[in-house]
T-cell receptor, first 114, second 116 residues
Framework: DAKTTQPPSMDCAEGRAANLPCNHSTISGNEYVYWYRQIHSQGPQYIIHGLKNNETNEMASLIITEDRKSSTLILPHATLRDTAVYYCIVRVAISSGSARQLTFGSGTQLTVLP | GAGVSQSPRYKVAKRGQDVALRCDPISGHVSLFWYQQALGQGPEFLTYFQNEAQLDKSGLPSDRFFAERPEGSVSTLKIQRTQQEDSAVYLC??????????????FGPGTRLTVL
């Protein structure tokens, strides 16, 4: 799985958009970008994933650059409850019978400020 | 619609003691993963089950670590002769066989193990 690079920490004002960057310059054509987050004292939680098109769900939007070497997770209106460590993970899509465990880096500690 | 549960939430062990950590996955989830998370680090893969079969144990750090899932549901991670370096949060995750949800792992809250 390709390696990712994320800033160790970021702050965001409550109610503003939080934009979390991730570099994955060695991504392969069949590798997806996944985002998970981990709130303090909880297990990681899936947010979103994508291959090359931008994706949006009820939690966030994922913007992947055209060359797929970087991506940005956007939380459109950050709340205090969004304070967490955000992990960007690149891997091939899992298939039936494939273990495909997640390989976490150190992530970005996002702190939403009141 | 209960999520993944783990017990105990906290465990303190004296060095050399054996411990057993339990994971109850989401009902019907075929795949089950164990991860170890050291303080300030991301989780690291330990082992993977598909039903009762342990298909990958490449992440287990030593032969003191043993995992089982005898009936394909509940899983137990056992650590024998605990050492201080075993102190960490142990996370369990399960995954559905539903193709729509196949890309998502559901994590439990973890068990924080402290070895004195």
């Amino acid at each position: 799985d390709a390696k990712t690079t994320q800033p160790p920490s970021m702050d965001c004002a409550e109610g503003r958009a939080a934009n979390l960057p991730c570099n994955h310059s060695t991504i392969s054509g069949n590798e997806y970008v996944y985002w998970y987050r981990q709130i303090h004292s909880q297990g990681p939680q899936y947010i979103i994933h994508g291959l090359k098109n931008n994706e949006t769900n009820e939690m966030a939007s994922l913007i992947i650059t055209e060359d797929r070497k970087s991506s940005t997770l956007i939380l459109p209106h950050a709340t205090l409850r969004d304070t967490a460590v955000y992990y960007c993970i690149v891997r091939v899509a899992i298939s039936s019978g494939s273990a495909r465990q997640l390989t976490f880096g150190s992530g970005t500690q996002l702190t939403v400020l009141p | 619609g209960a999520g993944v549960s783990q017990s105990p939430r906290y465990k303190v062990a004296k060095r050399g003691q054996d411990v057993a950590l339990r994971c109850d996955p989401i009902s019907g989830h075929v795949s089950l993963f164990w991860y170890q998370q050291a303080l300030g680090q991301g989780p690291e893969f330990l082992t993977y089950f598909q039903n009762e079969a342990q298909l990958d144990k490449s992440g287990l750090p030593s032969d003191r670590f043993f995992a089982e899932r005898p009936e394909g549901s509940v899983s137990t991670l056992k650590i024998q002769r605990t050492q201080q370096e075993d102190s960490a949060v142990y996370l369990c995750a399960s995954r559905s066989s539903d193709p729509i949800k196949y890309n998502e792992q559901f994590f439990g809250p973890g068990t924080r193990l402290t070895v004195l």
